[in-house]
């Protein structure tokens, strides 16, 4: 019996089946075209032979031929058990409700994924659909199969979390025909495996796995008629895990590659998907060496005639797979050479052979593809040219060539090509695995198999046997699990069963795997020499036809035999077979390869040495050259390693056995099964083929798990499950609340088994149901008769009630009918006579309104007249005016026009005369000051001039400097006049209001108007006064600008020469450490290269050695072809292999003199020089380097450091002697640069003294030389400067310095004979001068060591110090002044340099010339009374007297000064007194003007506004008066404390001094005297900080907390930071703001599962964060405080940028506790929102599948879980953050964000649970979350905007209650505002109908609301699920406090006795 059998057959008895096959029942009937059709019984089935239907599709009415009573036709489901998760959770379980479920989820609801038990059904959308995304991962993980909708993640999770929990190793079977998409599954599995298993740190582990997937897609995926991106492989991945679950590596096995592909292909079929990505990247320039062509010009691309697939890039695929290469570590070189052997492949697909004579085969000489084939691959053209048409026969004395014939020559170049890319398939598989591979251990592994499905096809061959075996196998295993799952499922319910008849294929592998199995016999005819398919096929007739009842015959073949599978009858043609199955590649071909000169190529051919062959690893069927046996080939299969022979497994064999470790690894997991199902084959979106869907159904198991569960109790409830359900059934005798095992007992057993007589079916028999321990077990149908009892029963019900209803409904009509007639009657009388009453009323009015509208007509129409003519005669007259007026006004304007011409050129004549005039005057005037020029010149240039100008030069700078200084104050005055005159006008316009002090005043009026024309002509003469000195002083500044612009461009200079050479000092001294460090960097990795390169070349080396071996036996088995005329040759017997390859190994004349050439002559292999024709650079060896080190002297290092000590020895010497001698005044020349500076030369002897190689020693052999060499030049050039010191006698003045300096060395030689005394005297102005120059540069660079005033800028060492002790702006307060009284010194000192300077450059003569002019030429007398001595002597004591002066004139000024200020402040008091005067007198002139009631309010006006200013005149005196008294009352209250202390004597004191400064300074304010009691400060010494922070922060309890002061902590921390800030110990508030910062965090992440600790925390850093705010002395965060709290404000720190971190720190606190209270809830949210019951008996849920009762997880607690529990937990929150006082906004913030998380879970869950999609779930769903908004009501919460995060989840609710009609559109589009399309379209697919009596919502409903949103919404967005992680922006409102610092105590019970109040 196949999975189709009838549920009659087993079930019914033939006495109940007359009772269900009934008018009405609906049943299914078998279609050719749509396999099962719906149908509706239209008589009672009696037995009959035929019996009448009719089908629901099209209503056509028909005869049923029953055949067999035992093969009734089948029962359809309930409507309301259509479209369920899981299949097994249907009542009737047979093909057509199997299938016909599957399509409606598929088209109706395109809901691509459904279970069927342990099996997850997929079928292929052909479409991408939206259900992978990241959100959707998590909303799976964690989550058990049955509460979610089916998915590939439910699955995965299943696995993850099986591994995860119980450490046992899983599998994830993926199976299904080409197209159903088994890759695309695998890939989202590996996926899903990624995301949750990955590590925290960025491994990249998880991106290789995925990243396998394009390489393999790409070498083995190529399209065929069903799939574009078929999988011509098998592979099962292992994804490895570690103890923390994440993944560490992955390891893939292949089977079964199809390699025929390569070779040819089907119509409308590809090759593999590589070769055409590399066709389609031809251009590209590193593919051009590999000559490719199109697709279709290649023979192995060519067969399908389909080289493009639609909607696929080949040119970009392959840049994915370069990029997963590249990402799992294949280098570029190894791609381009994979690239290049696939290459290769297909010019060896167009190589062409042809028929020569004879039974022989040959290729043409000229055939450029072979060509092009062997330079891709590295071969000789010859060697394969001669062995692809021959071959070698080995026998025992001899080796014989034979040519091939062209059918044998064309078969083994397929062989060849097919060899190769499975060889390379091989190697990249290899090169994946171990880039997967990870060093840390594995504990578990989750594998995903994506294996072929069964196949069937016209002609089926050796691939399709070896499918449909591994098939069989794995249908063994799931057989046996399903078998296995119902077994546990009945024991661990204590249910007694029989023995369930499952399909077992046992003889079916038997049959292809036993001894003398189809294998075998295989294997067998293999071995035979000359073994054939028919000999094979028959061997198989005589064996097991007719014996084995799986294995038949066909009636028309002899080379085709039938295996009746599992899934299908399936007939194989032999043909193919053995060659297959051998896979036989000629050895000669394959030792061609070998000797590549490519490794890659010589690598993939290589023999690898298996002791255990036969039992190879289990991958790819890796082929192996085929090696003649010399018996005859009798040993055909059988290759020679040593001295034995072992077996080479053939392609059967190698499957079986890697099958079998498949079999094993599969066995020792947990499988869990997906089936993927092609819904057609045209690879149309959402089609759905029901015949296509049923093969495979059955070909996959599916149906045959559906059989095992219908065998068994499919249909399994729950006790309350099913006494909510079927309740209505039971009577109120029946139940028992507290035992509802009994209940249900008592409705299975009594109510219905009384019944019988009425309902002779019942379920009287025991063996129908079974009760478990947990559960009800049902037999199929058993269920749908008792939903056919409760319909029944609510049916009976509802009649009732309607009856009942109606008959009210009718009663209550015939009253309101009987009411309605009687008030019609009187109503209808009364309008009667109300008409008659109207008519009479209108008539009368008629005739009134008649006569009114008559004369209203006549007297308008007089109106309209009259008013007609007075318009058109204003109109004339208009008219006439102004043609009157534009006349004149014409003669007006031109009037006006000839007069302004004529001024005009008037003025026009005279400016040119004028201009004439002043041209004459200036050019007269040019020449006459050209004269008076040309002899002022003539005059300067005299002498006696120049005297006399210098003379009183000095005298007219300090007089116009005064004056300048007299001007600018004069100035000032003037401009504070004009300020006071100002003023005065302001107020004489406030004095014009007053009228009664005008008439007193009014005698006084001319007075004042004198005095103020009096100011004004003093005004206007101080106005051109002020004007001249403002000229003066522009010119002054101009020349003051001047001056400094010079002293700045100076200052820069120095500036910049000091900052180049502290960059030079620091590059210097990081220069040798880098230069160290780079050359020992250079020598390792030098050493690195070098060893590299030795073991590259010993490889290379190596691997050349052997390749030219097989070169050489290539050669020679050439050399015997060419000798031998007929292609024959006999080799002698007695030269064996050994001695051959001794031979070719023992040292030719050639090789010798390769072994002598140079190492850069050797051909060391594949880039050498001989190969590149190029030189290459020679590498240095470890033994060189080692010998040259050792030839170093190391005396040499030891004499070049003593000898580098005493250089610096000569060179300090050297130093002071040129010192000496510039003090002494001598001139510098340019070869002073030659020295070394200090910083250099330090830096020399450290790179001297770290020497470690020999460069080093040779560059400081180099140096000392050099420095010999400056030794000697300054020595000499010092004995130069003597000697031309001795000869000279005389010099000229060149240039201003150069004079100043040779007039000191003048002074300084003349002194030498006669010492006078004053000779210091004569030097003093020039060292003045450099002291000065000294002072400057050594603060400018203290300056710059000790402060950065740059921003970005970091201090030195001392600076820090520095800055530490003291604050930085008193520092550069004082640098810069003593930089600025420092400058002003050097500016007057260089002034008189400059002066000095000058005179002498002007005069350029020599002493002896001064001698010649005054002295008669003798130069003795120049200096004779050391009279240059005695001038620059008197020249200082006149510059000392004038600053003598300027002092005294200064205090003169500020004294007059003084003086000036008192007189302003007398003027300004009479200035105020006239301006009132004058503002009366404008006001009385004012008033007079007006009228008496304008008078009357001015004079009111003016009265009220001096009122208001004497008002507020005695409002500031009161207020002054109030806070001296408030200060008198604080004085009084320390001197009476101070009394009761007894300090009278202090007191004295005190009031003494203030008598004095009252005497001496009456402007100085008073000293205030604070209470210092208590001033809100704690006071902590820094070695107790750590106490500090531990007592008040680590070990506070929330417990004793929660009984002090709410915000505690916050206040003593902040109080602390007040003492810092009053003793301005900056070092000490940021340690303490640091070390409590730090303290928080550990605190918080050290119990962040206590949630009590964390708000305490929350509330703390809050309430810190507003302290800091409130007392930092901001405007903005003052407006509430009181006068004490703004005294206790902080004073010298500005703590801004700690309030920043205090709040990210809270944000961090608060989002900490958001994610425990989100954990904590996370397991309430679905009990208490969806699944929650509140209104008992409103929902009824359905029978549940095995999904549902079946999970990896039976958490029980989950279920205790409801809404009160979730109240519960949001009610302990607002408890505690009530308790610690958190700021309400912030607890309105938290709550709005634990309702987000609630209304999104809950959302997202009810997205993904078809079963809370109904009409009662919704209800529910409302009053819970109804509960929830009332508890925000409760709290005074509903403000917090907590409400709006449930809208969406509410008007999902909605949506699940509202009508779903077409008139409903619109008013469910508007209510669903807050969700999203795809959510809504998702709800309404999901919506199933729980009773009979609802109905499902129609496709079309659904695609008017997809139209209607679509017009509404714009911007549409198609998120499914809502992200759960989303944070509100977190804000932290200002809420200052009312407490006052000083009022704060600390408590004992934080054990901080070591602070003390302040």
């Known amino acids: ?316 695929d392959l840049v994915s797979v370069r990029e997963a290469f590249t990402m799992l570590g294949i280098s570029e070189k190894d791609q381009m050479m994979i690239f290049q052997i696939q290459s290769a492949v297909l010019h060896f697909g167009n190589v062409k052979i042809r028929e020569a004579d004879g039974e022989s085969s040959e290729i043409k000489k000229d055939d450029k593809h072979l060509t092009i084939m062997c330079k891709l691959l590295g071969i000789e053209e010859s060697q394969m040219r001669m ?170 073949s002899r080379s085709a035999f039938i295996i009746n599978h599992f899934a299908d009858r399936v007939e194989y043609q032999a043909d193919g077979f053995l060659e297959k199955n051998r896979d036989t590649v000629l050895e000669e071909n394959i030792n061609i390869l070998r000797a590549s000169e490519f490794e890659l190529v010589a690598e993939l051919f290589e023999e690898k040495v298996d002791p255990n062959e036969k039992k190879s690893r289990a991958g790819s069927a890796t082929t192996h050259p085929l090696r003649q046996a010399p018996k005859g080939g009798r040993g055909s299969n059988k290759k020679t390693v040593g001295s034995q022979q072992v077996q080479k497994a053939t392609v059967g064999d190698q499957f079986r056995e890697s099958l079998h470790k498949l079999m094993e690894t599969l066995n020792a997991t947990t499988p869990h099964y997906i089936r993927c199902i092609k819904p057609n084959d045209t690879k149309e979106a959402f089609i759905f083929e029901p015949k296509r869907a049923v093969e495979q159904l059955r070909a996959c198991g599916v149906l045959e798990t559906i059989r095992i569960s219908a065998a068994g109790y499919p249909s399994r409830w729950t006790y309350p499950e099913f006494f909510q359900r079927y309740r209505v059934l039971a009577g109120s005798k029946d139940i028992n609340r507290s035992d509802q095992r009994k209940t249900c007992e008592n409705v299975l057993t009594k109510v219905i088994q009384g019944n019988v007589k009425k309902t002779p079916r019942g379920l009287e028999d025991p063996d129908k149901y079974r009760f478990g321990k947990t559960k009800i077990f049902f037999r199929a149908g058993q269920v749908a008769y008792l939903e056919k009892l409760r319909s029944d029963k609510l049916k009976a019900c509802g009649i009732m009630i309607q009856k009942h209803v109606k008959g009210w409904l009718a009663r209550r009509r015939y009253q309101r009918i009987i009411k309605s007639i009687t008030l019609l009657q009187k109503y209808g009388r009364g309008l009667l006579a109300r008409r008659h009453a109207k008519f009479l009323r209108e008539t009368f009015a008629a005739t009134r309104i008649q006569k009114h509208w008559k004369g209203y007509k006549a007297r308008s129409h007089y109106i309209k007249v009259r008013k007609a003519t007075v318009i058109i005669q204003s109109a004339i007259r208009g008219f006439f005016g102004r043609i009157l007026f534009k006349k004149e006004l014409h003669e007006h304007r031109a009037i006006t026009i000839q007069k302004l011409v004529r001024s005009w050129l008037a003025r026009k004549r005279y400016k040119r005369v004028m201009r004439g005039i002043v041209l004459l005057q200036s050019h007269f005037r040019r020449r006459r000051a050209k004269k008076e020029l040309k002899q002022l010149k003539i005059e300067a240039k005299s002498v006696e001039h120049i005297k006399n100008v210098n003379k009183g030069l000095e005298n007219k700078i300090i007089q116009l400097q005064q004056k300048l200084d007299a001007k600018n104050k004069e100035g000032m005055t003037i401009k504070e006049q004009e300020v006071y005159i100002k003023q005065l006008k302001t107020e004489m316009e406030k004095l014009r209001s007053s009228s009664e002090e005008a008439k007193k005043s009014s005698n006084k009026i001319t007075d004042l108007i004198q005095q103020i024309k009096d100011l004004q002509e003093e005004l206007s003469k101080e106005r051109e006064e002020k004007q001249v000195l403002i000229s003066e002083k522009e010119e002054l500044v101009k020349e003051h600008t001047q001056v400094l612009s010079k002293m700045a461009e100076e200052k820069c200079k120095l500036k910049e020469e000091l900052e ?108 050498t020089k001989k190969k590149k024709k190029a030189p290459a650079p020679p590498v240095p060896t470890a033994s060189a380097m080692e010998k040259e080190m050792k030839d170093v002297d190391v005396g040499l290092i030891l004499r070049l450091q003593n000898k580098m000590k005493e250089i610096e020895q000569q060179k300090t010497k050297l130093e002071e002697r040129l010192r000496q001698y510039e003090d002494e005044g001598h001139p510098q020349t340019g070869n002073s640069d030659a020295v070394i500076s200090n910083s250099a030369f330090d830096a020399l002897k450290q790179q001297l003294v770290n020497a470690d190689d020999v460069q080093l020693v040779i560059k400081l052999q180099k140096r000392v030389a050099e420095l010999e060499m400056t030794k000697s030049k300054l020595a000499d050039e010092l004995d130069e400067r003597d000697d031309e010191d001795e000869e000279k006698s005389g010099f000229k003045i060149t240039t201003p310095e150069y004079a100043y300096n040779n007039l000191k060395r003048m002074n300084g030689h003349v002194d030498k004979e006669p010492p006078y005394d004053n000779k210091e005297e004569m030097q003093e102005l020039q060292n003045e001068n450099d002291k000065l120059k000294r002072e400057v540069n050594k603060l400018m660079k203290s300056i710059s060591e000790n402060v950065s005033f740059e921003k970005g800028g970091t201090n030195s060492p001392a600076g820090k110090e520095f800055m530490d002790a003291k604050k930085i702006e008193d520092q550069v307060k004082v640098f810069r002044d003593q930089f600025t ?50 001038a620059y002597r008197t020249q200082k004591e006149l510059n000392r007297l004038l600053e003598n002066q300027l002092q005294k004139t200064e205090k003169d000024i500020k004294k007059k000064e003084e003086k000036l200020k008192r007189e302003i402040k007398e003027l300004k008091t009479e200035n105020e007194a006239a301006q009132k005067i004058i503002n009366q007198f404008n006001s009385i002139t004012r008033n007079l003007q007006l009228g008496p009631e304008a008078k009357i309010e001015a004079t009111m006006q003016h009265e009220i506004t001096r009122l208001t200013s004497e008002n507020l005149d005695l409002r500031e005196k009161a207020d002054k008066q109030a806070d001296q008294i408030r200060k008198m009352k604080k004085m009084l209250k320390v001197y009476a404390k101070k009394l009761k202390d007894g300090d009278v004597a202090e007191i004295e004191a005190e009031l003494e001094k203030d008598d004095k400064q009252k005497k001496t300074e009456d402007n100085v304010a008073t000293v205030k005297h604070l209470d210092r009691t208590y001033m809100g400060m704690l006071e902590y010494k820094k070695e107790d900080e750590g106490r500090l922070i531990k007592c008040l922060i680590m070990d506070l309890k929330p417990k004793v907390a929660q009984g002090l002061l709410p915000g505690l902590p916050a206040y003593i921390l902040f109080m602390c930071v007040r003492h810092t800030d009053y003793i301005n110990d900056d070092e000490k508030v940021r340690t303490l703001l640091t070390n409590t910062i730090n303290g928080i965090k550990k605190c918080v992440k050290k119990h962040n599962k206590e949630l009590e600790r964390v708000i305490l925390w929350l509330a703390n850093t809050c309430r810190l964060l507003h302290t800091l705010k409130q007392y930092s002395g901001e405007k903005t965060f003052q407006s509430e405080n009181t006068s004490r709290q703004n005294e206790h404000c902080l004073r010298n720190f500005d703590l801004s940028e700690y309030r920043q971190v205090f709040s990210d720190l809270a944000v961090w606190i608060f989002q900490t506790m958001i994610k425990y209270m989100e954990e904590v809830i996370q397991p309430m949210v679905v009990p208490a929102v969806l699944e929650h019951e509140a209104i008992a008996g409103l929902s009824a849920s359905k029978p549940s599948g095995m999904r549902g009762r079946s999970s990896s997880t039976q958490d029980e607690d ?201």
């Not at 990081?1070 to 230069?1075: A, C, K, P, R």
């Not at 007695?1134 to 004349?1149: Q, V, W």
Request: proline content about 3%; overall charge negative; aromatic content about 10%.
């Open 387 to 556: 062995w692809l048409c021959n071959k070698k026969i080995v026998t025992v004395g001899e080796v014989l060539t034979k040519p091939l014939t062209l059918t044998q020559a064309s078969f083994a170049q397929d062989a060849l090509a097919k060899h190769i890319y499975a060889q390379i398939f091989d190697w990249i598989v290899e090169k994946i695995n171990k880039a997967l591979q990870s060093g840390a251990k594995s504990t578990k592994f989750i594998g995903v198999l994506d294996i072929y499905g069964f196949e069937t096809f016209e002609i089926n061959s050796f691939e399709q046997f070896c499918i449909n075996y591994a098939n069989e196998k794995l249908q063994q295993i799931f057989n046996m699990h399903v078998f296995k799952l119902e077994q546990e499922e009945y024991v661990r319910e204590a249910i007694e069963w029989s023995f369930i008849d499952f399909y077992d294929n046992q003889p079916c592998i038997d049959l292809i795997e036993s001894k003398l199995g189809i294998l075998d016999l295989l294997d067998e005819e293999c071995k035979m020499p000359k073994g054939s398919d028919e000999n094979w096929c028959q061997k198989l007739y005589d064996k097991h036809l007719g014996k084995a009842k799986h294995f038949e015959k066909p009636r028309m």
């Open 1 to 316: 019996m196949t999975s189709a059998d009838l549920y009659v057959q087993t079930f019914l008895k033939e006495s109940e089946i007359g009772q269900v096959y009934v008018k009405g029942a609906r049943i299914w009937v078998p279609d050719a075209e749509n396999v099962w059709l719906g149908a509706e019984l239209l008589e009672n089935y009696t037995g009959q032979k035929k019996i009448k239907i009719q089908l629901e599709d099209n209503g056509e009415e028909r005869e049923f031929e029953i055949k067999d009573k035992k093969r009734l036709p089948h029962l359809r489901n309930p409507e309301i058990l259509i479209g369920e998760n899981d299949l097994t959770s249907l009542s009737y379980l047979n093909e057509p409700e199997v299938l016909y479920n599957l399509k409606v989820r598929f088209l109706e609801s395109n809901c691509i994924y459904t279970y069927c038990g342990i099996v997850l059904v997929a079928i292929n959308p052909y479409e991408q659909l939206p259900i992978y995304g990241n959100e959707l991962i998590q909303m799976y993980s964690g989550q058990d199969m049955g509460t979610m909708d089916p998915h590939i993640f439910a699955v995965a999770e299943e696995a993850f979390k099986l591994m995860s929990r119980f450490d046992k190793n899983q599998s994830i079977i993926v199976s299904g025909e080409s197209g159903a998409g088994k890759t695309v599954s695998a890939k989202y599995a590996m996926r899903y495996f990624a995301m949750v298993g990955g590590s925290q740190k960025e491994t990249q582990v998880e991106q290789k796995v995925l990243a396998s997937n394009p390489i393999m897609e790409a070498i083995g995926n190529a399209k065929t008629t069903r799939n574009d991106n078929s999988s011509r492989f098998g592979k099962y991945i292992e994804i490895s895990f570690n103890k923390n679950n994440e993944i560490i590596g992955a390891h893939m096995r292949t089977y079964l590659l199809e390699k025929s592909r390569v070779v040819y292909q089907a119509a409308e079929e590809r090759n593999y998907h590589i070769f055409y990505q590399l066709c389609a990247s031809k251009d590209l320039p590193e593919f051009k060496k590999y000559c490719l062509l199109s697709p279709d010009d290649f023979y192995y691309t060519s067969h399908g005639q389909a080289p493009e697939i639609d909607g696929v890039d080949d040119g970009e």
């Open 1381 to 1430: 009284a420092m400058a002003d010194e050097l500016d007057r000192r260089r002034e008189e340099c400059l002066q000095l300077r000058a005179m002498l450059a002007e005069k350029s003569i020599t002493t002896h010339a001064i001698a010649k002019e005054s002295y008669g030429g003798n130069d003795d007398l120049v200096n004779e009374d050391n009279e240059l001595a005695l």
């Open 1060 to 1167: 180049e050479a502290n960059l030079k000092l620091q590059q210097q001294e990081t220069s040798t450490d880098d230069v160290l460090k780079r050359k020992l960097e250079e020598a390792t990795q030098q050493l690195q290269a070098e060893f590299d390169s030795e073991r590259g070349h010993h490889q290379r080396l190596v691997k050349e050695h052997a390749r030219l071996q097989q070169r050489f036996e290539n050669l020679q088995s050439e050399m015997q072809m060419v000798t031998s005329p007929h292609g024959h040759k006999r080799t002698p017997s007695d030269i064996s292999a050994i001695s051959l390859e001794s031979y070719t190994s023992s040292a030719s004349p050639d090789e010798v003199k390769y072994e002598e050439e140079g190492p850069e002559d050797k051909d060391q292999g594949y880039g």
């Open 1758 to 1958: 989950v279920r205790e879980l409801s809404l009160d529990t979730l109240m519960k937990s949001l009610n302990k929150y607002n408890q505690v953050l009530s308790q610690h006082a958190v700021d309400p906004e912030l607890v309105k913030q938290v709550f709005r964000q634990l309702y987000y998380y609630i209304g999104s879970n809950a959302l997202n869950n009810l997205l993904l649970r078809k079963d809370m999609c109904n009409w009662s779930k919704g209800m529910q769903i409302r009053y819970n979350l109804s509960h929830l908004e009332q508890w925000l009501r409760d709290n005074k919460l509903n403000e917090s905007g907590a409400q709006s995060t449930l809208e969406p989840i509410t008007q999902a609710s909605q949506l699940l209650q509202a009508r779903k009609s077409e008139a409903d559109v619109d008013s469910i589009c508007e209510m669903c505002s807050k969700l999203t399309t795809a959510q809504i379209v998702k709800i309404l697919n999901l919506y199933t109908p729980v009773d009979e009596f609802e109905e499902r919502v129609p496709i079309s409903f659904i695609r008017k609301i997809q139209e209607r949103l679509k017009s509404t919404k714009k911007e549409e967005d198609n998120t499914l699920l809502i992200d759960t992680k989303y944070s509100f922006p977190v804000t932290f409102p200002f809420n200052p406090s009312s407490l006052t610092l000083d009022s704060i105590d600390v408590p004992e019970a934080l054990h901080l006795d070591f602070l003390t109040r302040v």
